[in-house]
């Protein structure tokens, strides 16, 4: 990466010994300073990110009150909260939603996303620009204000979505009021909020695959099946697993649009794990138990980081 | 467009000779063209749906028969109501106050940050390389009720120094990684001559460094901009109390009276508050998008 082998050209291996000290002495004095320079980045995530880690981890072993460890029955001192989330029905609900919500939302924007990218990759690269301006505009809107919109186009009473399907003949949706409507409003307005930065990065990796590999396929007289199976996705897989699995970090974790839109209604069905967190640690009172119940994204986030850390050092040394 | 044209003007010669890779490719461009016109219709409805309900009188808005999609009598009225309403031109002033501060801050912290990890090695730095990277991976929803619990310690619950603190874990790590990558692409002869010209470190990174790296700070700080500006986790999580909420959390709670809906209100607030991004989005674009797409590609 960035800092390999950087300071050598500047050190020739010069016999001469007074030189060589003064360098040394360069030398001890840039790593001063470079410590001194990343202080500020170290106080952020140490101070910001790896405490409140440890702590959070901490404070999910404490009873409500915060006077000492949240007792277990079957499960040693301290992982009380643990056990109660894992007897509660709701929790698991949260759980399965979670999943559902994540899986289904990243797997649809990944699809539009890329289709965009594709459509955008085939009209002349002047009027490019002006499109590719236009759709990205949901991903520039704050998702928290956007989403009001959504909210009231899904209104009970005035939803404008259900008028329109009243003009063309389709039955009614309860969009937020029942379970699975809920559910897919949700990702409805993930998909919205998300398939644009899909389609930004499609779009660049679509661009840097070489012209000449179409040239050759053609010639050998590939269809555009083939050329979408065989050239465009390969050269293309390092990007879009990256961009994937960054996207089901996210979406795991998100947040705004849940408490926007349904806030967990109807009956907690629509709870997330970071919603169901803020409801029980902050809205509750239970900062413990909210604690526990953010700690459960941990493992999943951590498996995609690897890969994403993985994909992202690979296509570097690609690029090398 | 122009190309539609020239396709169309070499229509003759495709029922001529084997031209079917060429009408192929015709049918594809319109295939291509009629794809994006309806996904634009539908990605830009929210927001257009929006206006239109924020031009709308209250009445009008109740009024279930009709068509919501059209405005009857367009009025500005509530615009007119939020911009003279001084608990909203508090919400501003707070999202603008943090959101300066906030940037300032990450721009200092990640630049100094990126210069000594692009260029200085030291024990430990291709470790915090890395870890400046997982940290930009970490969601700010995983962290938030132990920081609630930190920020309520130092006494900053309902205040917007308490925001101020805490946004730096969402645009620090990405604006530094980003500028690791933008500072290790400038060749190192750069950095040669200026030693040799007996330059110091800080005029260095003063004169050579952000200048040429003058894009990536861009997008870097466009970045850390519209991260602070639509930060909605935290606000929501440390700030009850109005007088102190940004514009996200501002427009998304108290804007919305008890069980009363004003929707004309709302919308108008929320398009007013989505403004400043899109602005910047609007006049920058290749930037954004430089910022966007940095994250999987530079570092």
């Given at each position: 990466m960035a800092a390999d082998a950087s300071t050598a050209p500047i050190m020739p291996s010069a016999p001469n010994s007074g030189r060589a000290s003064s360098l040394q002495r360069l030398a001890r004095r840039r790593s001063t300073i470079a410590v001194l320079m990343t202080i500020p980045l170290l106080v952020v995530l140490i101070g910001l990110v790896a405490y409140p880690a440890g702590y959070g981890i901490y404070l999910s072993t404490l009873n409500r009150r915060m006077t000492g460890f949240m007792e277990g029955e079957w499960l040693p001192n301290g992982l009380g909260n643990f056990e109660i989330l894992?007897?509660?029905?709701?929790?698991?609900?949260?759980?399965?939603?979670?999943?559902?919500?994540?899986?289904?939302?990243?797997?649809?924007?990944?699809?539009?996303?890329?289709?965009?990218?594709?459509?955008?990759?085939?009209?002349?690269?002047?009027?490019?620009?002006?499109?590719?301006?236009?759709?990205?505009?949901p991903w520039v809107i704050p998702p928290a204000l956007s989403t009001l919109g959504w909210w009231w186009m899904f209104d009970p009473a005035y939803s404008s979505i259900n008028w329109l399907f009243q003009v063309v003949g389709i039955p009614q949706v309860p969009w937020l009021g029942e379970k699975w409507w809920a559910r897919l409003s949700i990702i409805i307005v993930n998909v919205w909020y998300g398939a644009p930065f899909f389609m930004i990065m499609y779009l660049a990796a679509l661009k840097s695959v070489p012209e000449q590999l179409y040239e050759a396929a053609a010639i050998d007289g590939a269809t555009s099946w083939q050329r979408l199976r065989y050239v465009t996705l390969p050269m293309m897989a390092n990007i879009i697993s990256i961009t994937v699995l960054f996207s089901l970090i996210v979406t795991f974790a998100n947040y705004d649009i849940v408490r926007v839109l349904t806030n967990g209604g109807p009956r907690d069905l629509t709870h997330v794990f970071a919603s169901y967190a803020f409801q029980v640690g902050i809205l509750s009172g239970n900062i413990p138990r909210g604690a526990a119940v953010s700690l459960f994204m941990f493992p999943i986030l951590a498996i995609c980081a690897f890969f994403v850390l993985r994909g992202v050092t690979r296509r570097n040394k690609e690029q090398m | 467009?122009?190309?539609?044209?020239?396709?169309?003007?070499?229509?003759?010669?495709?029922?001529?000779?084997?031209?079917?890779?060429?009408?192929?490719?015709?049918?594809?461009?319109?295939?291509?063209?009629?794809?994006?016109?309806?996904?634009?219709?539908?990605?830009?409805?929210?927001?257009?749906?929006?206006?239109?309900?924020?031009?709308?009188?209250?009445?009008?808005?109740?009024?279930?028969?009709?068509?919501?999609?059209?405005?009857?009598?367009?009025?500005?009225?509530?615009?007119?109501?939020?911009?003279?309403?001084?608990?909203?031109?508090?919400?501003?002033?707070?999202?603008?106050?943090?959101?300066?501060?906030?940037?300032?801050?990450?721009?200092?912290?990640?630049?100094?940050?990126?210069?000594?990890?692009?260029?200085?090695?030291?024990?430990?730095?291709?470790?915090?390389?890395?870890?400046?990277?997982?940290?930009?991976?970490?969601?700010?929803?995983?962290?938030?009720?132990?920081?609630?619990?930190i920020v309520g310690g130092l006494g900053l619950l309902n205040s917007i120094w308490g925001l101020v603190l805490v946004y730096p874990t969402l645009t620090v790590p990405f604006c530094t990684w980003i500028m690791i990558g933008y500072f290790a692409s400038i060749p190192k002869e750069l950095d040669e001559a200026a030693l040799i010209d007996g330059a110091t470190w800080p005029q260095m990174l003063l004169k050579i460094f952000v200048p040429v790296a003058l894009p990536g700070i861009i997008a870097a700080t466009i970045f850390a901009f519209t991260v602070s500006w639509a930060a909605f986790v935290y606000p929501t999580a440390f700030i009850t109390t109005p007088d102190q909420m940004p514009l996200t959390i501002g427009?998304?709670?108290?804007?919305?009276?008890?069980?009363?809906?004003?929707?004309?209100?709302?919308?108008?607030?929320?398009?007013?508050?989505?403004?400043?991004?899109?602005?910047?989005?609007?006049?920058?674009?290749?930037?954004?998008?430089?910022?966007?797409?940095?994250g999987a590609t530079k570092g």
């Open positions: 894992f007897e509660s029905e709701t929790f698991w609900a949260v759980a399965w939603q979670s999943c559902i919500f994540a899986i289904s939302a990243v797997i649809l924007k990944a699809l539009v996303g890329f289709w965009l990218a594709h459509m955008l990759h085939h009209i002349p690269a002047k009027g490019q620009r002006k499109w590719r301006g236009m759709l990205l505009v | 467009m122009s190309a539609t044209v020239a396709t169309n003007r070499d229509m003759p010669s495709l029922y001529g000779k084997a031209g079917s890779l060429r009408s192929e490719r015709r049918w594809a461009l319109v295939w291509a063209y009629i794809s994006l016109i309806i996904s634009a219709i539908i990605l830009l409805t929210p927001p257009v749906y929006m206006l239109i309900t924020s031009l709308k009188t209250s009445a009008e808005i109740a009024d279930q028969k009709g068509n919501p999609w059209i405005v009857r009598n367009p009025t500005l009225e509530n615009y007119w109501e939020l911009i003279t309403n001084s608990l909203f031109q508090g919400f501003f002033i707070n999202s603008v106050i943090v959101t300066l501060v906030v940037v300032a801050l990450t721009m200092v912290i990640s630049i100094l940050a990126a210069f000594a990890l692009a260029r200085m090695r030291f024990w430990g730095s291709q470790v915090l390389a890395t870890g400046v990277f997982l940290t930009y991976l970490v969601p700010d929803t995983l962290l938030f009720i132990p920081l609630y619990q427009v998304v709670s108290q804007l919305v009276r008890g069980d009363v809906f004003v929707w004309g209100q709302i919308t108008a607030g929320a398009l007013l508050a989505a403004l400043p991004p899109v602005i910047v989005y609007a006049f920058l674009m290749d930037y954004y998008i430089a910022g966007l797409t940095a």
